[in-house]
């Protein structure tokens, strides 16, 4: 098993007044050579937009770019004709493509719109632009893991033009989990939003990212109330 641990301390860190954001990876003026990506995971990025600001209308080619609120209510638009909104409990993911324009903005005026922007380089370049969302159910996250993203628009969540799964996961204390990875040629990486858990006999704490690689399964301990992201993902596209 390799394993690659990113303490929350240690990501990039941008404030643009109307934008917080943190970077586990190599993003805009962040640049570090030894965090450019983990496998097709290329972006994943903790953000927070101010009350009535937003990312203006701006283009993406030839990427999965999935959204997770955590906070607040933002505005999707889009040259597709899509305009909706995304809050909490949503999952909104975006096939780019051979180009698509969009905008995300905060529609509050007094509450800031906190979300995971994660990019995931295709297998599949040049396909038409897609949108989609979907709304978990209340209970579906309640000491299990609730299967988010996956290559196959059969199963549960959203899919994506790459061989990936992602699952989100709400665990009380002393909960315990293990997780086996669809592919056994896949990394895992593992983001924890709130609380502390051990993995594998490491301990992370909130905003803490672990990457593990050749091994099948992968046994979780909750110290705390957490709330955890996995992403299962090919190591070389």
């Not at 609730?146 to 989100?168: K, M, T, Y």
Request: net charge negative; glycine share 10%; hydrophobic share 35%.
């Amino acid at each position: 098993m390799k394993s690659t641990f990113h303490k929350a301390n240690t990501r990039g860190h941008a404030n643009h007044g109307w934008l917080n954001s943190y970077h586990t990876f190599s993003f805009g003026s962040y640049h570090n050579p030894e965090r450019m990506s983990f496998g097709v995971l290329r972006v994943l990025n903790d953000d927070e937009v101010a009350a009535g600001m937003g990312f203006g209308t701006h283009g993406h080619s030839n990427m999965e770019i999935i959204s997770i609120p955590l906070e607040g209510d933002l505005e999707h638009k889009d040259d597709m004709g899509n305009t909706t909104i995304i809050r909490q409990g949503d999952i909104q993911a975006m096939s780019a493509g051979s180009g698509i324009q969009h905008s995300e903005k905060n529609k509050s005026h007094d509450q800031q719109v906190k979300f995971l922007q994660i990019w995931i380089l295709p297998n599949k370049v040049n396909v038409s632009p897609r949108y989609d969302q979907i709304t978990l159910a209340p209970d579906s996250l309640k000491n299990r893991l609730q299967q988010i993203v996956s290559p196959n628009p059969d199963d549960d969540g959203i899919w994506i033009h790459q061989n990936a799964w992602f699952h989100f996961g709400e665990f009380n204390k002393g909960e315990t989990n293990t997780y086996s990875l669809k592919d056994s040629t896949n990394g895992l990486y593992i983001f924890l939003l709130e609380g502390k858990c051990t993995v594998n006999g490491i301990t992370l704490e909130k905003r803490d990212g672990l990457g593990i690689q050749e091994t099948g399964k992968i046994d979780f301990i909750y110290n705390e109330n957490s709330k955890i992201l996995l992403m299962e993902v090919p190591m070389a596209n």
